[in-house]
């Protein structure tokens, strides 16, 4: 039969599905604003409304009507029917949320029969938020009836279109035309010109005719399974703010809850707890139902994670938590203790998240994303992967044709399973299905499909549904033998979102940093409000949503971003001060000063401290009498601001000093012009541009960059356009170089005894450039404090430092490690890499000699051969149109080393550009004391911190140079009970612990935790 009569049958038929239909009249209607969830500004009262009826885009329209449902109707037939365009809402029935309705999920069955009050909560065209040019667009709502349907007819329409897909779809000829010719017979059998209860009867035998012939059709024994999970995909925010995420999940969730009823055989996934937060804060009637549905086993609770996390730039800690917070939430609310890491849409995986995911009870893996490869296929979909310190863990990346919002249609189970690459290994696809991104789930059709597909189908892998859990718990118990794959998951796109939105990076890496040294004094000091770091924490968790984060989202989520991180820095600062100040005797004359370190280290690089105005200039003398230079940098209203260096302070602890006035009469052993920086350690030279012709390191005589080109290069790079553009770099970017305009200026700021500043201020077009370059007498770090008034666009700032260094690879941090990737070129999968995320440095070494490029908030490098690159800025248009424009202030530093990264103590210089000593004043001087300290092998204090369950203390260390040892800690505080525990406390076995130590043996980039006097 031709094409075109099928269609044209089956959109008859549509038309005849409803045995009767009723219109609902009587609709009054409101429009108001909703600056925040719950929150209604309101444009007026209720007013009557004809239909159809317009709504302005961008507003909340409320609906409300009355619809009767007739005593004798049959309620599962009869439904509740709307006819609506560019509107997205939800609809309550007698005041109760009962079900999304959106353009995807038009239709919902009543609950029973009477009179229904009905209220719709509407969106209007919120599409006009990322496309302003689609505003003009009303919201219309066009109609709503009551209707019954047939199901005979609605089903043949189910059979036809789902037996039509597979024959077009599947290669196999025989069943093909098969499954064609039943389709022929069971149209020929319609005869749609007869009176309604005539054509019933023959729609009737129609079906008959259908399930006879395709019973009669052998399944091919050769196909595999699909294990379809029903889901949806809602993005936190991204072209909608949190608040509209906060109704999205009313919406999906209650359309969920209606489909469970519909179809026993639902099972539905859901990740996130945040969503179930909201749930529960603003949606308690359908949060109690998907309780109910939990407890039946059919909604499962899945992905650990507090929200689905960018793994890019968060933070190794911050990753930790997000499922530390994700898995107490399921814990606790539904008695689920979530296996699986459910992330289909973020934009790269670390290869320590292996072990991240292991440690925090996870035992399996699964995302999309990796199919979004640009060149190189990637070439596994079920395998083992294996982490930085070994760590396997099982994970699945699919690729099915609706990536990670599939569809239960014949074309998508058939190329599911045809492009799966571990056919022989294990016969079994795990397959996503539901409407997603923006959520709303799963549609009655689908699950009409659903039905089909689940019985042995020809020409189809055979189709079972359940939880997503129980695929990988199969394949654990059937142990098949699947590939590894050793190392990072790179994803060749969106390497952009290293660097976009780059203030709300910064602001990120703040939080994290500030909330850990909040938590260490209070551990220390036993003072602090445990409850407000935690809520501080999940509004950082949120806000690591892998499309705010990334900078993908619209212009809004990042006034709300950054409001949430200035909460947390104002509440993580205060107790830090206070924990701080309880450690420190009152004060009534402050002669001294106490200077705190949270790193696990004794540390001495030039700190900045307050002292008394009057006392003009100083030196810091310590208990022992030793002696420090200090350099008065700023005066303000409550006194100087001083830099002192070589001071030294133990490890996570405290040196107090004397403030000792001292003749500004020293020679400086800095010294600095325009052209030129000379310090005990180096001597570099500057060009009239502000970038470094030569760094000469006195210690080891050698030149650290290379001949050819300057260091400390600031390039403007042509950036895009493209419509995707917060999220890609292209690498057609280095041809096109856009040069700096107008004066360049190079002066000096100050000129020691302990630092020196040059600065340089440039410009391009409507952008300015402030950058010093900041060199202290004892330090081999070399800083660049920029601050850029950034008006650009299309453009893309990096800063190059050509090496005098030869090395076929760079060396990366990663969240608890560091890895290496190329700098060469040769393979397609080398290429891609043009664009690499690290957290705090990068590093190229040479055997006895390297350079490290270590940075205070900017995630994107680059290594081609000797050069090392830092991406600074972007100035994407979509879909934030004006992104990053605007002021930014950040540091990044060279530091020239002995010896590789390891040896050259990069890990280290990382962690003190990020973490600031702080100074209070002390009346008298007592001896230092550290509160914990680390000997034997390198172990790093990642995290101190009260148990979340109020049981003692949480250390936890990680070992950050690859090598193995044992690892020895001291610590003031009496160790009664040492538990080791895995990374979200979850209790282990007891660990021997003497007096004040405790000794353990750590791995190469192993983490561990310990619970101390649980
Ligand atoms: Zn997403």
């Not at 599947?170 to 093909?176: E, F, G, H, L, N």
């Not at 971003?561 to 004359?589: G, Y």
């Not at 369950?949 to 949480?954: P, Q, Y």
Request: charged content about 25%.
């Amino acid at each position: 039969m031709d094409n075109r009569i099928v269609d044209k049958k089956i959109d008859i038929l549509k038309s005849l599905i409803s045995n009767s239909s009723l219109d609902i009249v009587g609709w009054k209607a409101r429009t108001a604003d909703n600056p925040a969830p719950e929150e209604y500004v309101f444009d007026g009262d209720w007013v009557d409304v004809e239909l159809p009826a317009y709504f302005p885009a961008g507003k909340t329209v409320f609906l409300k009507s009355r619809a009767v449902v007739l005593d004798e109707a049959p309620i599962v037939d009869t439904y509740i029917s709307f006819q609506i365009d560019h509107l997205e809402g939800l609809l309550r029935i007698d005041g109760v949320p009962y079900c999304g309705i959106d353009m995807n999920h038009l239709r919902v069955q009543v609950p029973r029969t009477g009179a229904l009050e009905l209220e719709l909560e509407f969106n209007s065209n919120p599409e006009a938020l990322y496309h302003p040019a689609l505003a003009v667009i009303p919201g219309q709502f066009k109609a709503a009836v009551v209707c019954e349907a047939n199901r005979n007819v609605e089903g043949l329409i189910f059979d036809l279109q789902f037996a039509i897909e597979t024959s077009r779809t599947i290669s196999d000829p025989r069943r093909k035309k098969l499954l064609a010719e039943a389709v022929e017979a069971a149209l020929l059998a319609v005869d749609l010109t007869l009176p309604r209860v005539k054509l019933l009867e023959e729609v009737e035998n129609a079906r008959g005719i259908i399930a006879d012939r395709l019973s009669a059709i052998a399944p091919d024994p050769e196909a595999g399974t699909m294990y379809a999970v029903g889901h949806s995909h809602i993005d936190t925010a991204w072209l909608w703010q949190v608040k509209e995420t906060v109704r999205k999940c009313g919406r999906t969730f209650s359309t969920a809850c209606r489909l469970m009823e519909q179809f026993p055989d639902f099972h539905f996934a859901c990740s996130q707890p945040q969503l179930y937060q909201y749930a529960k804060d603003y949606y308690p009637e359908v949060y109690a139902q998907i309780k109910t549905w939990v407890a039946e086993g059919r909604w499962e609770t899945t992905g650990a994670m507090w929200v689905e996390a960018d793994c890019n730039v968060t933070s190794g800690e911050s990753l930790i938590r997000q499922m530390l917070h994700g898995i107490a939430f399921f814990k606790a609310e539904f008695g689920t203790r979530p296996r699986n890491c459910w992330l289909p849409d973020v934009f790269g995986y670390p290869s320590s998240l292996p072990e991240i995911l292991a440690g925090c009870g996870i035992t399996s893996f699964y995302t999309f994303k990796l199919h979004w490869q640009t060149t190189n296929p990637f070439p596994d979909h079920l395998f083992y992967w294996r982490g930085l310190d070994g760590t396997d863990i099982l994970a699945a990346v699919i690729n099915a044709e609706g990536a990670y919002n599939g569809f239960p249609t014949p074309r998508q189970l058939h190329i599911g399973w045809e492009r799966y690459a571990q056919k022989a290994e294990y016969p079994e696809v795990i397959f996503p299905y539901g409407h997603g991104d923006g959520g709303g789930g799963v549609t009655e059709w689908m699950l009409e499909f659903m039905k089909r597909a689940q019985r042995p189908y020809p020409g189809l892998p055979a189709v079972k549904t359940g939880p997503s859990e129980g695929f990988f718990d199969d394949v654990v118990k059937r142990k098949p033998q699947l590939p590894v794959w050793d190392g990072e998951l790179y994803v060749e796109t969106h390497r952009g979102t290293y660097t976009t939105q780059s203030a709300l990076k910064k602001a990120n890496r703040i939080s994290e940093l500030l909330l850990r040294e909040a938590e260490i004094w209070n551990a220390i000091s036993r003072k602090g409000d445990q409850d407000a770091l935690r809520s501080a924490w999940k509004l950082v968790l949120l806000n690591q949503f892998h499309d705010i984060l990334p900078g993908s989202s619209i212009p809004q989520v990042y006034v709300d971003a950054l409001r949430d991180h200035e909460s947390v820095h104002n509440t993580a600062k205060r107790q830090i001060e206070n924990a701080q100040a309880a450690l420190t005797p009152a004060v009534n004359n402050s002669t001294a000063i106490r200077l705190f370190n949270s790193l696990s280290w004794a540390r001495c690089d030039a700190a900045r401290i307050k002292i008394p105005s009057a006392m003009g200039s100083v030196a810091l003398v310590d208990s022992d009498g030793t002696e420090h230079l200090t350099q008065i940098v700023a005066h303000e209203s409550d006194g100087d601001i001083a830099i002192v260096e070589g001071a030294e302070i133990p490890s996570l602890g405290y040196a107090d000093f004397n403030i000792v006035a001292k003749p500004s009469d020293v020679i400086s052993t800095v010294c600095v012009t325009p052209e030129a920086i000379e310090t005990p350690l180096f001597r570099m030279e500057i060009n009239s541009d502000g970038a470094i012709t030569s760094l000469f390191d006195k210690t080891h005589c050698r030149e650290v960059i290379s001949a050819n080109m300057p260091g400390n290069d600031l390039q403007l790079l042509q950036d895009g356009p493209e419509g995707e553009d917060a999220w890609n770099i292209h690498d057609t970017s280095d041809k096109r170089r856009y040069p700096f305009d107008g004066e360049t200026t190079v002066s000096v700021v100050e000129s020691g005894p302990v630092r020196g500043i040059v600065r340089v201020t440039r410009h391009f077009r409507e952008s300015t450039f402030e950058q010093d370059i900041v060199v202290t007498a004892g330090s081999k770090r070399i800083d660049f404090v920029t601050r850029v008034d950034w008006q650009a666009r299309q453009t893309m700032l990096k800063v190059a430092f050509p090496l005098a260094i030869r090395s076929t690879h760079a060396t990366y941090e990663v969240q608890f490690g560091a890895l290496e990737r190329p700098s060469h070129r040769n393979t397609s999968w080398d290429k891609q890499k043009f664009e690499v995320p690290a957290q705090r440095w990068a590093d190229i070494s040479e055997s006895g000699y390297g350079v490290s490029l270590l940075n205070d908030s900017r995630y994107g490098y680059d290594a081609k051969e000797n050069v090392l690159r830092m991406t600074l800025l972007r100035s994407t248009t979509f879909p934030d149109p004006h992104a990053d424009q605007g002021k930014h202030e950040f540091t990044y530093s060279l530091f020239p080393h002995a010896g590789g990264w390891v040896e050259g103590e990069t890990v280290r210089r990382g962690w003190e550009l990020n973490v600031p000593t702080r100074s209070l004043p002390v009346n008298t001087v007592e001896p230092p004391h550290s509160f914990v300290s680390i000997t034997g092998a390198d172990a790093i204090l990642e995290a101190l911190k009260p148990a979340e369950d109020g049981r003692g203390l949480i250390l936890r260390m990680y070992e950050p140079h690859g090598a193995r040892g044992e690892v020895v800690v001291k610590t003031s505080m009496p160790l009664a009970n040492v538990l080791e525990c895995n990374l979200v406390e979850e209790d282990g076995g007891r660990i021997s612990a003497t007096g004040s130590e405790l000794r353990f043996d750590i791995l190469p980039f192993q983490i561990r935790t310990f619970r101390l006097n649980g």
